[in-house]
């Protein structure tokens, strides 16, 4: 994958946005990945003082760095999609050797890592696994109510802090630059978790399958989280119809009520025709695949997870928090069940209504007269 594809695929995180509030930095790394950098850092910020350097091979027997940047920098980064960690090694080496005391970072394994851990971009990431008392995950599929609920779990201040936090951008670079994921959930199992030593994370079908495709152990997922909330959507077809939505608005969430006037207007450019049904189906059926693979996981590592399903979580939230709590062995009190709130609002609408009973005139009354 070409460096501006996997850059692309981290915009999301606001990855690069953020660190270039820094400067100073000399980026060390292949043409192709330091002239993206030198790029975007200059049409995102304008000039900039860092420097940028192109790794060769006459690296690998003297710094070609000028002594000046040396002196001004903040921190040296090895930027490279191929294999940043041989780059570092010979850089981190060759600064030892020279007694200076200059920081050497790698843009993947330290900055991306500290962003996503939530601590200072230009450190190093080293760490000490400091496990909590309890660690969960929630598996899904998509639109499955997950960010309602993790958002609900949050405002309780005693389940952790769940969200998505290995989805795109970690397959993309596990998978084309060598980035350990498993080791950024440890750091996240460190640091991302409530005073009473609770981690939350998420978990989306299809990015666990992903992430099962890398080399680096996944297995090891299944041994650092211990206990699973199975999010489930009685109405698959309804679930399904959420996903073309989302994907035709490109509205995922709702949580303000200017998002929600761009959300209605959007609405209004869709037409319901057989295209956008069969899109329907197909996400219906990947919906179906995406549990089937799921049970095979727990399957798989013996697992026996706490169901919970999204509508009886919108019909009483304090029940489904409580079945939570009491599957994670959180202590709670009746405070912690009587002001359950979510930033998110729920996206269906008289559109989606109507694309769900034509889907169901096409796909299953055309089915059950054709018996």
């Not at 040296?76 to 294999?83: G, R, T």
């Not at 057989?274 to 013996?302: A, I, M, P, T």
């Amino acid at each position: 994958m070409e460096a501006n594809q996997i850059f692309q695929n981290l915009q999301e995180t606001q990855f690069l946005q953020k660190l270039s509030s820094h400067d100073k930095i000399i980026f060390i790394g292949e043409t192709n990945t330091i002239n993206y950098l030198q790029d975007f850092f200059k049409n995102n910020n304008g000039e900039q003082n860092n420097y940028y350097y192109n790794w060769d091979n006459k690296f690998k027997h003297e710094l070609l760095i000028e002594p000046q940047h040396l002196i001004n920098c903040q921190a040296i980064v090895i930027a490279s999609i191929d294999n940043e960690h041989i780059i570092f090694e010979t850089i981190k080496n060759q600064i030892n050797n020279l007694k200076l005391k200059i920081t050497v970072l790698r843009l993947f394994t330290d900055i991306f890592v500290n962003l996503m851990s939530e601590q200072k971009l230009l450190q190093s990431s080293d760490y000490q696994v400091q496990l909590p008392q309890t660690a969960y995950a929630i598996i899904t599929t998509p639109r499955s109510g997950s960010n309602f609920l993790c958002s609900i779990l949050n405002s309780t201040k005693i389940a952790g802090y769940p969200k998505e936090h290995l989805r795109q951008a970690s397959v993309v670079i596990a998978k084309s630059c060598q980035f350990d994921y498993i080791r950024l959930l440890e750091i996240l199992m460190t640091y991302q978790v409530t005073p009473n030593s609770v981690f939350g994370t998420k978990f989306i079908s299809h990015f666990l399958k992903d992430f099962q495709q890398t080399q680096f152990d996944f297995d090891k997922i299944f041994k650092l989280i211990t206990k699973y909330i199975y999010l489930v959507r009685r109405d698959k077809i309804a679930q399904a119809v959420s996903v073309v939505v989302a994907q035709a608005t490109n509205v995922w969430h709702i949580d303000n009520s200017n998002r929600q006037l761009d959300y209605q207007t959007k609405l209004q450019t869709i037409d319901i025709d057989d295209y956008l049904l069969e899109k329907v189906h197909r996400n219906y059926l990947s919906l179906e695949e995406g549990e089937r693979y799921l049970n095979q996981l727990f399957d798989k590592y013996q697992i026996s997870p706490l169901r919970i399903e999204y509508e009886q979580l919108l019909d009483n939230k304090a029940e489904q928090i409580r079945k939570i709590f009491d599957y994670l062995n959180i202590k709670y009190s009746q405070e912690h069940l009587t002001d359950l709130q979510s930033t998110f609002k729920k996206t269906g609408s008289s559109l989606s209504e109507q694309i769900i009973s034509k889907y169901q005139e096409k796909y299953l009354f055309s089915k059950m007269e054709k018996q």
